[in-house]
């Protein structure tokens, strides 16, 4: 229950992780028809979370929703670890199978398990090139150099419902040691139209690890970002790295003491992009 609408119920999960102390926190508000778009904001920042989602309307017989998402600060026009949660919450309500949300990016097929799982398919990823002057002032704001930028990935940005800017790591140490400026990174943030600055290092060529500063919603960093995961995948398969149906698997939040686990799967021909993760209710 919430203060600022009584009677409407807030659940909480955790996403990316089978763990409640483990992933990325979520609200869910599986019953917002009629919430003003400001109630729908104040219910997320008392929350706290880096997303609450609010199911606006929807039809259990059709499996079909219309879901928005609020950060702290604001909305966004799709968040993955909330979609994640909100899929495994309706599953226990109505049963496993497929889902269909309706969201401000476009339409997002999932489809939820017995197990507390759910495999979400992207709106069409793409990305290009950032500008020069994008990226000093992001280098700037994080407290990092073009020596801390890993040599066999170049920075882009991304999308896969909302822009990200993809920063490689040197190494898993550099991406350990973050800590950046977070007014500073919230302006070039905002002035560029980014949601996360997805920082990563490559383990192998399957496995990376992650790390998502998110100060525009007014959040220090997201422990899992289903909707980085996307446009990341997306990418690597723009920069001709993905040559044949590939899984991938993305470990985050471990910096944070909130290990998550994002399984990507991405396909040389289609520019969705699939995103697997386990949702489990925080008492």
């Known amino acids: 229950m ?19 102390a483990g992933g990325n926190p979520a609200g869910v508000v599986l019953a917002a028809a009629g919430l003003a778009d400001l109630v729908m904001l104040a219910i997320a920042a008392e929350v706290g979370y880096s997303e609450t989602a609010f199911v606006i309307d929807g039809d259990d017989t059709a ?34 199978g497929p889902l269909v949300f309706d969201t401000k990016a476009g339409e997002i097929a ?33 407290r ?35 800590d950046y400026g977070f007014t500073e990174l919230a302006d070039v943030m905002n002035a560029a139209g980014w949601t996360t600055v997805h920082l990563f290092w490559p383990e192998n060529a399957d496995r990376f690890h992650a790390r998502d500063p998110f100060p525009v919603g007014g959040v220090v960093e997201d422990p899992a970002t289903g909707a980085a995961a996307a446009a990341f995948g997306g990418y690597l398969r723009d920069l001709g790295r993905i040559d044949r149906p590939t899984r991938l698997t993305v470990h985050q939040g471990v910096d944070m003491g909130r290990p998550s686990e994002l399984r990507i799967d991405v396909d040389p021909v289609d520019p969705r992009v699939r995103v697997t993760g386990h949702a489990v209710p925080i008492n």
């Open 144 to 178: 990092w150099s073009a020596a801390d930028l890993h040599p066999d990935f170049p920075p882009r940005v991304a999308f896969g419902g909302v822009d990200h800017l993809i920063v490689p790591a040197v190494s898993r140490q550099r991406l350990a040691e973050l």
């Open 110 to 142: 999932v489809d939820t398990r017995i197990d507390g799982s759910a495999t979400l398919t992207s709106v069409a990823t793409r990305s290009r090139q950032v500008k020069p002057t994008e990226l000093a002032a992001a280098l700037a704001a994080l």
């Open 2 to 20: 919430t203060d600022i609408a009584p009677g409407i119920e807030i659940a909480r999960y955790a996403a990316f992780t089978t763990d409640p």
């Open 63 to 96: 499996r079909r929703y219309r879901v928005r998402y609020f950060s702290p600060l604001v909305e966004v026009p799709f968040c993955g670890h909330a979609t994640v949660a909100t899929a495994v919450a309706i599953a226990g309500r109505i049963g496993p």
